[in-house]
């Protein structure tokens, strides 16, 4: 007979728990969509990536081109001192 008399007003409090619930759902998931922090941090990564990647073909290109300017400096060199050579006339 208790259980008669208390059941209209359960039910209203177990549709409002249940709303509250869903609403509460609901807006978590909004909230997961609005954070962009893990795209913003796997777009940083990607750059930083892209960034070494790019870095290590610059030195790479440095490399080869002080090798290029250290051979011509020395055939540079070299055909200065035959040129001198042949002017005095030391050979």
Do not use: G
């Amino acid at each position: 007979m208790a259980v008669n008399k208390f059941l209209p007003s359960f039910i209203p409090l177990a549709l409002e728990l249940w709303h509250q619930f869903s609403r509460n759902k609901s807006h978590d998931q909004n909230i997961k969509k609005l954070d962009k922090t893990q795209e913003k941090l796997a777009t940083v990564e990607h750059m930083l990536v892209r960034l070494e990647k790019k870095i290590h073909n610059n030195r790479d290109e440095i490399k080869k081109l002080a090798f290029r300017v250290q051979l011509y400096l020395v055939i540079n060199f070299a055909v200065l001192l035959a040129v001198l050579l042949r002017v005095f006339e030391v050979l």
